[in-house]
Nanobody, 113 residues
Framework: QVQLVESGGGLVQPGESLRLSCAAS????????MGWYRQAPGKQRELVAE???????NYADSVKGRFTISRDNAKNTVYLQMNSLKPEDTAVYYC???????WGKGTLVTVSS
C-alpha cells in the first residue's frame, strides 16, 4: 500500500522560509517522478514543482526562484524548500507520485503577518 506523509507546514510571516517533507512508502521511490501541489481556499489544486528520476525539475512560474524541490532516494523522501514566502503561497500542500493517483493528506502552509 502506497503511503505519502507530508510534514513541515505551519504559520510563517511574509519573507520567511519553510521546508516541507514527504516520506513515501510502498513504492520503489527512485523509479518515480514526484510532485508538490497546492490548493488555496476556493481555488483549484495546482502543480507547484516536480522532480523526475533524473533529477530534472520543473516549477510553476509563481514560485520560480523561490522554491526548490529535491529528493533523497535513500530516505524515500521528497522536499520542498520554500523561501521568500508570500501571503499568496498560503495553501494546503500535497505530495503526489506523478502520473498516478497516489496523494498525501496534505500539510497547511499559512503566510501571514
Amino acid at each position: 500500500q502506497v503511503q505519502l506523509v507530508e510534514s513541515g507546514g505551519g504559520l510563517v510571516q511574509p519573507g520567511e522560509s519553510l521546508r516541507l517533507s514527504c516520506a513515501a512508502s510502498g513504492i520503489l521511490f527512485s523509479s518515480y517522478a514526484m510532485g508538490w501541489y497546492r490548493q488555496a481556499p476556493g481555488k483549484q489544486r495546482e502543480l507547484v514543482a516536480e522532480i523526475f528520476r533524473s533529477g530534472m525539475t520543473n516549477y510553476a512560474d509563481s514560485v520560480k526562484g523561490r522554491f526548490t524541490i529535491s529528493r533523497d532516494n535513500a530516505k524515500n523522501t521528497v522536499y520542498l524548500q520554500m523561501n521568500s514566502l508570500k501571503p499568496e503561497d498560503t495553501a494546503v500542500y500535497y505530495c503526489n507520485v506523478r502520473f498516478t493517483s497516489h496523494w498525501g493528506k496534505g500539510t497547511l502552509v499559512t503566510v501571514s503577518s
